[in-house]
């Protein structure tokens, strides 16, 4: 071994990627999305002690009620209080969102680094899989597999994560394809470590910046994806209050009720939205 070689073994230590998050304070966008992200998480666990009605308390004498001080978003079809049922909702659709997102980043950030480091054949055909995954869009892909295995949380979970996770892998790889080289991994190479350690060890902490990035990402890739396929039927059941069952129940009353969709809706647009919202400010954080 060179004197080169052996100081580049010794003497390079590995950088570290920050997110800045003393930076991300100062970002309007970033802090209202995380308080709106941060607002339903907190509703999707103490509902039961914010709601005024049971969302699952049906009173046919108060059907199709319009928003009024009695019900702040009205009743609907059935009586149910629909502030009650909004809030309510939150809990399916961050119960199954949250892990499929998880769940892709996981799969999408192990491909992603095998492709990237490994290269080759490897990288070939992982990334030929993952383009045949992409060639389906996610609403359809989700509906085939749904179609095939029946629905359930867990089917849920498996299907929005398989379908996101080629977009991470993607990234992933990029990421990992611009680390290869620096100096600290052939550091690693010459002091004899495997592999996997240095995918791990060394690479994984330098990309992980861009990992947290594409998990906010995924989150609300996730949440859309999972009231989008409740609104199909394939998703939670009645008589669930998610917000993605209610707007496919209530769009018959649009016209005469438009309040049984709207505050859903309106809901679930604000999730959404608070998610980017995050992922874009880490994203520019990134970026800088």
């Known amino acids: 071994m060179s004197a080169h070689q052996w100081q580049a073994a010794v003497g390079t230590w590995p950088r570290r990627s920050s997110l800045g998050v003393r930076g991300l304070g100062r970002s309007p966008a970033f802090l209202i999305g995380a308080a709106v992200l941060l607002f339903w998480v907190v509703d ?3 509902w039961p002690l914010l709601v005024p009605y049971d969302p699952q308390a049906v009173a046919p004498a108060e059907t199709l009620q319009a ?7 009205g009743t609907d079809d059935l009586g149910r209080d629909v502030f009650s049922r909004v809030l309510a909702g939150a809990t399916s659709v961050l119960t199954v969102a949250p892990a499929a997102a998880l769940l892709a980043v996981a799969v999408g950030v192990a491909i992603g680094l095998a492709a990237g480091y490994l ?3 490897i990288d070939e055909v992982l990334m030929r899989v993952t383009d045949a995954l992409l060639a389906f869009p996610l609403v359809v892909g989700a509906v085939l597999v749904l179609a095939v295995t029946g629905v359930s949380r867990l089917h849920l979970v498996v299907v929005i994560a398989l ?20 100096e600290y991994v052939e550091a690693a190479r010459l002091r004899g470590d ?7 060890a060394e690479i994984l902490p330098n990309v992980a910046a861009i990992v947290v990035a594409e998990s906010t990402t995924r989150l609300a890739a996730a949440i859309f994806a999972a009231s989008t396929l409740s609104f199909l039927g394939l998703g939670i059941e009645q008589p669930s209050p998610d917000w993605g069952l209610s707007v496919a129940l209530g769009r018959v009353f649009l016209q005469t ?11 679930l647009a604000t999730l959404v939205v608070g998610a980017t919202a995050v992922a874009d400010g880490l994203r520019l ?4």
């Not at 928003?67 to 978003?73: I, L, T």
């Open 44 to 46: 999707a666990v103490a």
């Open 67 to 73: 928003p009024s001080a009695e019900h702040w978003f």
């Open 119 to 121: 290269g080759g054949a």
């Open 163 to 182: 379908v996101l996770a080629p977009l991470t892998a993607r990234t992933v790889r990029a990421a990992v394809r611009n680390e290869r080289e620096r």
């Open 194 to 200: 495997s592999g996997a350690y240095i995918m791990v």
């Open 257 to 267: 009720a438009p309040w049984i969709v709207l505050f859903p809706a309106l809901a």
């Open 285 to 288: 954080r990134i970026e800088r």
